[in-house]
């Protein structure tokens, strides 16, 4: 996939999953403000994640999620 190829070097991380329609990123502590179109969220899922799903320039669809706090806290 040329896309996850394209963005584990921008941003210098190891692909943590990827399938046919599907790359996966692990980031830390990243602000990225760069002219995305917001498509849903951020939106907490019973699941126990936070999401947020946004199309990058390129109009690649990209869905941000991170783990809640165990005891409720934001």
Do not use: C
Not at 6 to 30: N, S, W
Request: aromatic share 10%.
């Amino acid at each position: 996939m040329r896309s996850a190829a394209f963005y584990q070097e921008v941003f210098g991380l190891p692909l943590q999953h990827q399938d046919e329609d599907t790359a996966m990123f692990r980031f830390k502590d990243t602000l990225d403000q760069h002219g995305v179109a917001v498509i849903s969220g951020p939106e907490d899922r019973e699941w126990g994640m936070r999401t947020m799903t946004f199309a990058d320039p390129g109009g690649n669809t990209w869905e941000i999620a991170q783990e809640l706090p165990k005891n409720g806290a934001s």
